[in-house]
Structure formats: structure tokens, C-alpha cells
């Protein structure tokens, strides 16, 4: 006993040693941090230390009993901030807090760190302060942020940040809802290893931010064996993985048959993100997610296995076929890229057939087996002689640093790409914002282009050229301001001509000087006709400068089509300061049409629609949703990168990971599967996409040069503008009528393109020039329908006003309402821009029709959006619609052959509709095959277009909404049989399902 005792005391003592060694130890640990509170929001305090919509909480505490509970309205500027903070953080390394979000998804907020080196001017305008925009990643639930600040610099990267001079915090929500909440707590500084500290009270499965500079990493606090996972879970891992194991050996035996197995092979790309990938990620790693991840693998695997087995076993049959012969495969394989031939509209292979050449931003090899080459393309950034990452080495740097005059001058926005500036995504940050006019700039570029020239050329797979993208040009050194003067003597030829466009008095064409801008707009007081022609002057000789470096391209690499552009510009409000006319840039540099954008396909059918001939439709950098890649397909777009599928989730803005196929919280392992199997699709039905595009449109929308640059000076930084709005809006309303609407430029206009159309709508074009009102005017007496938003064709490009009113017969009285609205907070765009969003109070407004003329099969309600004027119309102007109270809300004119429908107030989209559907039915648009709902109505959202192939036809309907519907495909009588290409299913036309955002082609052809 007494022996046992002392054993057992002994044992106790020794433990104690132990535990007072751990607790030793761990002092020492915590010893070695030292932790500043800035704020524990457990006093009351908050009220007189911080800025914004803000209470406490007692739902969250990382230490104490509560935290502070944030409401974040959407706004850089609408956030939370403190200016009473201690200002000196100099002994620190890091600054830390605890964020909580109750989110479904991940959310991404932004920190904004100023020191008192620099105003708010110089900080948000220059980047002079730590913006770390759009770099706090938030998952839901607890989230630990640690923003690095030893070594902080600016974002302009021109110095270090004075870390003991803060005089300003600020967190703020700039791309999420329009209202966000989350809890705060446990704001502090910390001095030595952050992963040491433990005030925030860590567990495994939390998510750990950590900002250094222009960095983030997302991560878990971990240990990764210590983050929980449930048995249900592990279960589900597994039998995903003996799914995947049964599918792989089924694939070897299918392989033996010599059967077609590239479809069968989407889902171990699947599974490999499912299983391997995203369960690594701190966004997918937990139960949730990972059970959904794994149910998708075992079901996906599981389906391609069954699919393989009634292939072998013969229950489901391969068409008949000469099984003396080997057959060719059902997806053919693309042919070298360098070199191919184009034609109508397309790069075609040896036989002539055209091709879609599908490829992914990506530096995968395996996923070439279902995509093109990423080769396909090469930006050679010969525009400027290098590029934000390259331009170091360029001998550009050496001009740029060596003489005074490479430098741009007057210009404070967005350098465009040429070539590197405080807003510029990755690279340095020194700023290398270069003037094209310099001789010693020009002469740096022809070296570029000798010494770059020699190495793209040696890629077997370069199918074109661009010589930059995302462009933005203007500069105000004194050989712009000469070159300005002498391009306005040879537009106008006498002085006198200039001054009474102007309103001026100038007494020598060296007196003018070009329009000075501030913060990358016209300074108040702008003479807008001046700006006119100076922004017109811009335009044209950028689009010189292009075409002088293809010509410098061409030299040394005849062979490779040349592309160049300025991608958002032409539908932003911003045009007028671009320096970007794509008009100028297709025709006279463009061999392949540039087009860089998702969602809408109004853009890319705009830049087609520019081009005077057939070309090929490209897009470097498509960022879209895997349901919307069929539209831009159908539309014509026949040459793709997918933006993307990095090794990595990207680090410099986590919003980035958004797009990213492998790593996307945004995209489901579905959309991943269909990405794939749209890849195959694309390269086996080629010629049938291709088909759509022979279709010639018969419907045309004015888009005017004139009202892009003729705008007040705040619509210049403005995503869009009154004139952009309504372009929308119209060609929305046309979209679901079964025919083909295209664009019609000014130039094309006075070149007289009008009588290629039976219908052209003008959408608040306000300025246009005179011509190209008299020309509408023709095309009208010949027979056209010409369809007048309000706000149309008031004045010319000089604000002198025309008389299309009064020469139609209508006065407007009176107009209430303003097509302006306000402007939001300027926030970075995608291409770098900064813009900012219009903010318009709807003003809705009840138009009925009368029994009269299109609207003749009975009465209607229409919806109007926007200002509403009072129209006074001459005898013979009948009035087809009226408001409420009786005032005309559309007007007829007849003129000559052709009639003009004027508008008392802008459309709602599906009003359009109804309009324009009646109007195509007059006007006789070819609409041989008609796709609608149950009732016999159209079914808004669905967009259809049909082309004749030999005796039969083909069609294609997309689902653009996110409801099931059932269609009924009206059809010739003779065409009775349907096949849907994509599946190879035969349908019924009386009845075809269609599932949400789902796109078919059917084949209509007869039953003999």
C-alpha cells in the first residue's frame, strides 16, 4: 500500500512538473507576441470612435461577451471608418481582427488604411494609401484578418506607407448586395507571429485572411488533420471514390471496343476537382459542401458507368454503319491553328467547313483533350512597345526613363494598358505611362517589335495577333496639341468654319489649345463642340497609331491575322475620353474583330455589326457564365478563351476566384460538366452553329457615335449614359422575336446601309449629324419603318439644333422628367477603368393602345420607363397610343413609302416586344418558324432564330431565364420531323421541354 502510494504520488508530482512545463512554455509563446487592443467593443464607446450604421452584439465574442455588428450599404464610400484610432502603429508587424459572416457564400470586403503623408486626393485618386480593395475575403462563419505592416506601401507603390502617422480605417462593402452585415470584434495590432496569438480564439475550421501588400492568402487555421470531418461525410468521400475506380475500369474495357469515350471521360476531370481540388480550398472544406461535392462526383461517375455498360452490352444501339470501315471519331480533332484559312465570317479547316475553337485561359496540357490550345492567341502588346509585367525590359523603359518628352502628358486616368499605372492589376507599380507621339517612343517600339517578332512566330499554333487590348489613349504634349491643329485645319479647312461650329473667336489656329481634363474628365466650363472634335481627333489617330504598328508587325510576320481594341468602350460613358472608336479599329486595323466581354451578346453583335466585311468574331479573355457561352456561339463568336482555370486560386483579388472553374465557390461542379461537354459539342456541331450566322438580319438599331461623345462631362466616367440605356432596352425587346436584329453605325448610314433593313429603331440617339438625319429621312420615303425613342435627334454633333421634328409633323411641347439621373460612387471595373453607376428613380407611366394600325388586332397595355412628353401632332399623324389622361404616347408619320412610329416616352423591354412584334409582322420580317408558349403567346426569355439547310431547317432556342418551360415550335407543315442536335433525342415541335438557361439546336427536316 505504502509503496503503491508513493508510486502514485510520484506519478502526480511528475505530472504536474509536465503540465507546469506546457503552461511554461506557453507563456513563453505568448510572451513572444505583444498584442495592442485598438478595440474590444465590449465598452461603449464605438459612437464616439467610429463612423457608420453600426450596433452591438451579443451573437458573436472572439474574447469578452460581445462584438460590433456593421451595416455595410453598397459604396467604397458608405462604409465604416474611424479617424480617432491611435496613430502610431510603427512598433507593430500586423493588424488583426475577427470577422464574422452569416452569409451563405463567401463574401469579399475592402480595407482602406490612410496615413497622414497624403489627403484623400492623393490617396484615392493617386492611390496614395493602403487600398486594399477588394482583397478582405470573408467564408461564411468566423473569419481571422491579418493585414501585414511591416514593410506596408502604398498601392501606388511609390513608397512606404508612415505607419506611424494612421489617420484613417476604414472597411467598406464595394461589390457585394447592395446592403451587407457582419460582426467585427477584437481589433488589434500584434507584434512577432500572428499564428501565435490566440486572443481571437482560433479553431481549425476557422478561415485565416492574410494581406501582405497586394497579396492575399486564404487559408484555415488547421492543422488540416484536426479540421472536423463528420463520418456521413467520409462515407460520401468514399463512395465517390469506388464510383470513380468502377468508372475508370469500365473506360478500359469501352477502350478494348474501340467505342467513342471522350463524353464518358468529363466526369473524371469532375471528380478530380470534387475529390482532390476544392476540398482543399477554405471555402469548400466543410461538411456542407464537401457532402454536396462528393454526392455530385458518385452520382456523375456513376451515370458515365452506366452509359459505357448499355453501349457494351448493345441495350442502347450506335447508329448503322459499314462496320467494314473504321469510322470517323464523333468529335474531330482540331487541325494546326497557324495558318488557316478564313471565310465567311469564320477560320475554316482544309475541307472549308468552319470551325469554334473553344480553348481555356489555363496552363493545363490535360485539359487540351477537350478544349483548343491556349496557344491560340498571343498579346504581343506591340501597341506600346511592352506591357505592365514586360515593359522593364523593353526598350520603351530605357526611352520612358532617358527623354523628357515619352512621357504622356495631361491625361490623370486610366493609362490603358500603355502601359503601367497606379490602377494596373499585377506587374510593378512603378508608373510607365508613355506618349506614342515621341519619335524616341516610336523608334523603342520598332525595336520591340524586331526582337519579339522572331520568338511568337516560332508557335506552330498563333492563330492571330493582338497588338494590345483594353486600350485607352490620350495625350496633351505639345506635338498632340500641333497634330490637333493641323487635323482640324484639313476637317474644316477655314477658321471662320471653326469658330461658328465652336461659338468661338479664335484668330489663328495656333491659339487653340485641346480641352484640358481633371481626374479623367472635361474641366467645368468645357466647351462641349471643342471637346467634340477633340475626342474625334483622339479616335482617329490612335486608330492611326494601330495601323502604323501593324504595318511594323506585317513587316516581320505577314502571316498572322492582327487584331488590336479597346474592348468596353464603345458601351461605356467614357467613349469620349477612350481615345477608342472600334468602328476605326476594325475596318483599318482589324483582320479578326476584337471583342472582350460576357453575359449580353449585345457587344459582340455591336462589334460584328461595325465591321464592313466577314470576319472572324474573337475573344481573348471571355469571363462568362458556363450558361451563356451558347449565345455568344450562336450569335457568331467563333473563336474563345475561356477566362479561367489557373493553377492557383488567384492572390492578388480573391474576387477573382469567382470565374475560376477549378477553385469557383460561384460554380457549381454541373456548370463544370457542361463547360466540358460544350467543348465537345462545339467542335462535332460546328457547321450547324456556323449556319446561324448566314442568316441576314432585317432589323438594325442605330448606334451613334455622335450621342457616345457628345455627352455632359459626368456621363464620362458613367457606366452608362440615357443614349446607352435605351440601346439596352431596344434590343432586349427585339431579342425574343424570333429574327435576327443587328446594329447600323453613322458612317454606314451615309454610306447608305439604311436600305439593307425594312425596320430601324433609334433609342435616344440625341445628337446625330445632320446627314445622317436626312439620310433616315430617305430611307424612310423608300419604304422604311423607322422607330423614334424620345430624346431623339434633337442636335447635331455641335449642339446646333435640327429640325427632324418639324419635318415629321410633331412638336413637343412639354417634358417632364430628366434622362439623366444621378451617378454612384466610382468603383475599378474589370478592364481597370474606374466608372461610375447610374442611378435612375424609375418613372413608370401606362400607355394603352388604340385599335389602329399595327395595334389593330386589339388594345394593349404598355409600360413606360422614363421622362414623358407632350406631343402635339399635325392632321394626318394618327396617334396609336395615349397616356392615361389622353395625351399621345405614340405617333404615326407617314412619309413617302414608309411610315415613322414616334415615342411619347421610353419602353420597358417586354413593352418593346409587343411593339416591335407587330411592327416586324407589317414590315413583313422573315419569321418562318415560330417558337411559343402554351397559349399560343411568345414566352419572354426565350430566343429562337431558324435558317434554312437544304430542304429542311435548323433552329436553336435558348432559355435565357431560370424556369422550366414547355414550347411549342411552329413549324411549315412539310417539316414534321425534329431531332435535337445536342443529345441526337427526337422530339415532338408541339411540345419541347425546356430546362432553365438550357440551350437546344433542332433540326426540322421532313418525315419521306
Partial sequence: MFTGYRLALLIFVALLCSLSAFRHWELKAEDAVAVKMLDSFESNGAAQLWEGAFEYSGDFASQGRRSLKLHLPRGPQKGFKSEKLPKDWSKYDWLAMEILSRQQEPLILSLRIYDDLADDERADVWSEAFLATRKVFLNPGVNHLRVLLSGMRTSSDNRKMAVGRIRRVAISNDIGADSLAVCIDNLRLIQGDPNLDRSGNPKPQDTVTTIRNRHVQIDQVGPTDRIPESKEVQEKRQHAERELQALRKTLEVVHTQGLETLYAEIPLIVAELGLGIRPQLAWFNNDGRKAELFDYVAQSCQKARLDLQDLITGRRRLPEADDTQVPEPLVTLLPPLKGLAMRDGFFVDRRGDPLFILSLHSPSLKLNRFFATPLQHLESYTAGGGSRWTVDESPVYEAFHKHADAKRVGWDGWCGHLIRDRHSMGGKKEEVVICLESPHIKTAIEAYVKREAPKWMKNPELLYNILAYELQYICYCDRSQQMFREWLQRKHGRLETVNANWKTVYS?????????????????????????????????????????????????????????????????????????????????????????????????????????????????????????????????????????????????????????????????????????????????????????????????????????????????????????????????????????????????????????????????????????????????????????????????????????????????????????????????????????????????????????????????????????????????????????????????????????????????????????????????????????????????????????????????????????????????????????????????????????????????????
Fill in 508 to 1008: 489663328s489656329f495656333q491659339e487653340i489649345a485641346a480641352p484640358p481634363v481633371k481626374n479623367s474628365i472635361p474641366v467645368s466650363g468645357t466647351n462641349r463642340a471643342q471637346w467634340y472634335d477633340w475626342a474625334v481627333f483622339n479616335q482617329q489617330r490612335f486608330a492611326n497609331h494601330l495601323g502604323w504598328v501593324k504595318g511594323l508587325v506585317k513587316q516581320i510576320d505577314p502571316g498572322t491575322p492582327i487584331t488590336a481594341g479597346g474592348s468596353s468602350s464603345m458601351l461605356a460613358g467614357s467613349n469620349g475620353t477612350s481615345g477608342i472608336d472600334e468602328e476605326l479599329i476594325i475596318n483599318q486595323v482589324g483582320d479578326v474583330i476584337l471583342h472582350e466581354g460576357g453575359g449580353s451578346t449585345l457587344g459582340m453583335d455591336l462589334q460584328a455589326a461595325l465591321s464592313r466585311l466577314k470576319k472572324p468574331l474573337c475573344d481573348p479573355e471571355l469571363s462568362i457564365e458556363v450558361r451563356d457561352i451558347w449565345p455568344h456561339l450562336l450569335h457568331g463568336k467563333s473563336v474563345m478563351q475561356l477566362w479561367h482555370w489557373p493553377a492557383q486560386p488567384p492572390s492578388e483579388y480573391p474576387h477573382l476566384i469567382g470565374p475560376s472553374y477549378a477553385h469557383s465557390w460561384r460554380i457549381p461542379l454541373r456548370d463544370v460538366e457542361e463547360l466540358l461537354r460544350t467543348a465537345l459539342d462545339v467542335r462535332r456541331l460546328g457547321k450547324e452553329i456556323a449556319a446561324f450566322s448566314l442568316l441576314q438580319p432585317e432589323v438594325a438599331i442605330l448606334y451613334s457615335r455622335t450621342s457616345m461623345i457628345q455627352v455632359p462631362a459626368k456621363w464620362m466616367r458613367a457606366t452608362s449614359t440615357p443614349f446607352l440605356e435605351e440601346l439596352g432596352s431596344v434590343y432586349e425587346g427585339s431579342l425574343y422575336l424570333d429574327a435576327r436584329t443587328t446594329f447600323i453605325s453613322e458612317a454606314q448610314i451615309l454610306d447608305g446601309w439604311a436600305r439593307r433593313y425594312k425596320v430601324l429603331l433609334v433609342p435616344a440617339a440625341k445628337y446625330v449629324q445632320a446627314d445622317v438625319a436626312d439620310k433616315l429621312l430617305d430611307y424612310v420615303n423608300e419604304g422604311g419603318h423607322l422607330v423614334v425613342s424620345p430624346e431623339s435627334l434633337i442636335a447635331n454633333e455641335y449642339l446646333r439644333p435640327l429640325d427632324f421634328m418639324s419635318r415629321i409633323g410633331v412638336r413637343v411641347k412639354e417634358t417632364k422628367g430628366s434622362p439623366e439621373g444621378d451617378l454612384g460612387e466610382l468603383v475599378q471595373q474589370y478592364d481597370q477603368t474606374f466608372r461610375q453607376q447610374r442611378l435612375t428613380a424609375p418613372q413608370k407611366s401606362a400607355i394603352k393602345t388604340l385599335a389602329r394600325d399595327i395595334f389593330a388586332d386589339g388594345n394593349l397595355t404598355l409600360q413606360g420607363n422614363g421622362l414623358v412628353q407632350s406631343l402635339e401632332a399635325t392632321p394626318g399623324n394618327p396617334i396609336l397610343a395615349e397616356f392615361q389622361d389622353g395625351r399621345p404616347a405614340i405617333v404615326k408619320h407617314s412619309h413617302g413609302n414608309g411610315s415613322i412610329y414616334f415615342l411619347a416616352t421610353p419602353l420597358e423591354s417586354r413593352s418593346y416586344a409587343e411593339l416591335l412584334d407587330r411592327l416586324f409582322e407589317k414590315a413583313g420580317i422573315q419569321r418562318a418558324v415560330r417558337v411559343l408558349g402554351g397559349q399560343g403567346k411568345r414566352v419572354w426569355g426565350i430566343e429562337t432564330r431558324n435558317v434554312r439547310q437544304g430542304r429542311g431547317r435548323l433552329l436553336y432556342v435558348v432559355n435565357h431565364t431560370a424556369d422550366s418551360h414547355s414550347v411549342q415550335i411552329k413549324v411549315p407543315e412539310s417539316l414534321t420531323q425534329a431531332t435535337e442536335l445536342r443529345t441526337g433525342r427526337a422530339i415532338q415541335p408541339e411540345s419541347v421541354a425546356l430546362k432553365p438557361h438550357e440551350t437546344q439546336i433542332i433540326k426540322l427536316a421532313s418525315r419521306e
